[in-house]
């Protein structure tokens, strides 16, 4: 499975942009990029997904490279709600490849300062 | 229902009793799995059912974990003389697996088990 790395832990303060990094330098040319948050005490959650072109929707926006091999998620503004662990993670489109399990590193730990 | 529904949230539970874990997931999601996570660990795939084919247990820690799906709705996680190390949080998800689906999982909000 292709993996990605994203750092332990990052620190913002409240109502300041937030741009967590992931890089995935093997992913193949039919893998999505996911995003998922997991607040305390409660299970992930979807955020965004992207494929080449950048994404926006109510959470959040992603930026992916040209190549391919990074992506940023960005919080436009981050909130005391946003402080969460936040998993980069690569999906096949449905039908290519088995790659139907989603499969959960270590994330980055958010921490959104008043 | 609007959402994956687990029960119970909470379930304490003695040294090699069995316990029964149930999930709801989303109506007309083919999907289910099973994951569960460890107290400051990350999630940990245990099980994937789709529809009517075999499911997927190559998580499953050991022969004292089982699950099955009834109908292809609800799912049911049965961890036979629970162990301490089994204490976590475990977590249910569903998804629509339709082809060209690129949309991820619904989570639950998982069932904390601690082992005593």
């Known amino acids: 499975d292709a993996k990605t790395t994203q750092p332990n832990s990052m620190e913002s303060n409240e109502e300041e942009p937030v741009h967590l990094p992931c890089n995935h330098s093997?992913?193949?040319?039919?893998?999505?990029i996911h995003w998922y948050r997991q607040l305390p005490s409660q299970g992930p959650e979807y955020v965004i997904h992207g494929l080449t072109s950048n994404v926006n929707n109510r959470m959040a926006s992603l930026a992916i490279a040209e190549d391919r091999k990074s992506s940023t998620l960005i919080l436009h503004r981050a909130t005391l709600r946003d402080a969460a662990v936040y998993y980069c993670i690569l999906r096949a489109v449905e039908g290519v490849g088995s790659n139907y399990k989603l499969t959960f590193g270590k994330g980055t730990l958010l921490t959104v300062n008043p | 229902g609007a959402g994956v529904s687990q029960s119970p949230s909470n379930k304490v539970t003695e040294k090699g009793k069995d316990v029964e874990l149930r999930c709801d997931p989303i109506s007309g999601h083919t999907a289910l799995y099973w994951y569960r996570q460890s107290l400051g660990q990350g999630l940990e795939f245990l099980i994937y059912f789709q529809g009517n084919s075999a499911p997927d247990k190559s998580g499953l820690p050991s022969d004292r974990f089982s699950a099955e799906r009834t109908g292809g709705s609800v799912s049911t996680l049965t961890i036979q003389r629970t162990q301490q190390e089994d204490s976590a949080v475990y977590l249910c998800?569903?998804?629509?697996?339709?082809?060209?689906?690129?949309?991820?999982?619904?989570f639950g909000s998982g069932t904390r088990l601690t082992v005593v």
């Open positions: 998800a569903s998804s629509t697996r339709k082809a060209g689906d690129t949309y991820g999982y619904t």
């Open positions: 093997t992913i193949s040319g039919t893998d999505y």
